[in-house]
T-cell receptor, first 116, second 111 residues
Framework: ETGVTQSPTHLIKTRGQQVTLRCSSQ?????VSWYQQALGQGPQFIFQ???????GRGNFPPRFSGLQFPNYSSELNVNALELDDSALYLC???????????????FGPGTRLTVT | QKEVEQNSGPLSVPEGAIASLNCTYS??????FFWYRQYSGKSPELIMF????GDKEDGRFTAQLNKASQYVSLLIRDSQPSDSATYLC???????????FGKGTTLSVSS
């Protein structure tokens, strides 16, 4: 267990709806990253938050947004859900500074989102 | 688009054998490399990372890095059925903010 928790575990939404996923980082970790993993693919980077600021973003549209709170927990919000948004959403926290060579990221259990 | 390539497998080895997993990457400026293990239906678990050319050993696992060839590999000695999983290679982007993953190699260890 990494100490990273995510909620909910599973979620079913309808196309066009909005969803909020939550993540609590491991104690002492101040950086949180979100990834999307489609079936049979590797995780794809959505964005990263460091000290409550977005610190990098992957190739995802603006309807994917996020927040980080003072306790370093984080939310991922997705608006106007599309069928292709069905995936495992992973949160990862890191004890290191972005840019350091040993920038390990530890994943939570994930949220399985199904859009119908 | 920076890419990380892995053979999807499956790679099948008998129990006790050495499993060799390979990964190539396109960004010559990449500095840090990570191996994750992912069991079916679970999230990725960090096995080890490497950022210097050569070998790095941790128990039954050895990571090998050759930056000139843009190649990183993972050797698993004395493979066990519990090692059966998908192994993901990841490269840290130059900004140092995101991991770029390959699609993973599925390893099957038969008893």
């Amino acid at each position: 267990e990494t100490g990273v928790t995510q909620s909910p575990t599973h979620l079913i939404k309808t196309r066009g709806q909005q969803v909020t996923l939550r993540c609590s980082s491991q104690s002492g970790h101040n950086t949180v990253s979100w990834y999307q993993q489609a079936l049979g693919q590797g995780p794809q980077f959505i964005f990263q938050y460091y000290r409550e600021e977005e610190n990098g973003r992957g190739n995802f549209p603006p309807r994917f947004s996020g927040l980080q709170f003072p306790n370093y927990s984080s939310e991922l919000n997705v608006n106007a859900l599309e069928l292709d948004d069905s995936a495992l959403y992973l949160c990862a926290s890191s004890p290191g500074l972005a840019g350091s060579l040993s920038y390990e990221q530890y994943f939570g259990p994930g949220t399985r989102l199904t859009v119908t | 688009q920076k890419e990380v390539e892995q053979n999807s497998g499956p790679l099948s080895v008998p129990e006790g054998a050495i499993a060799s997993l390979n990964c190539t990457y396109s960004d010559r400026g990449s500095q840090s490399f990570f191996w994750y293990r992912q069991y079916s239906g679970k999230s990725p678990e960090l096995i080890m990372f490497i950022y210097s050319n050569g070998d790095k050993e941790d128990g039954r696992f050895t990571a090998q890095l050759n930056k000139a060839s843009q190649y990183v590999s993972l050797l698993i000695r004395d493979s066990q059925p519990s090692d059966s999983a998908t192994y993901l290679c990841a490269v840290l982007n130059q900004a140092g903010t995101a991991l770029i993953f390959g699609k993973g190699t599925t390893l099957s260890v038969s008893s």
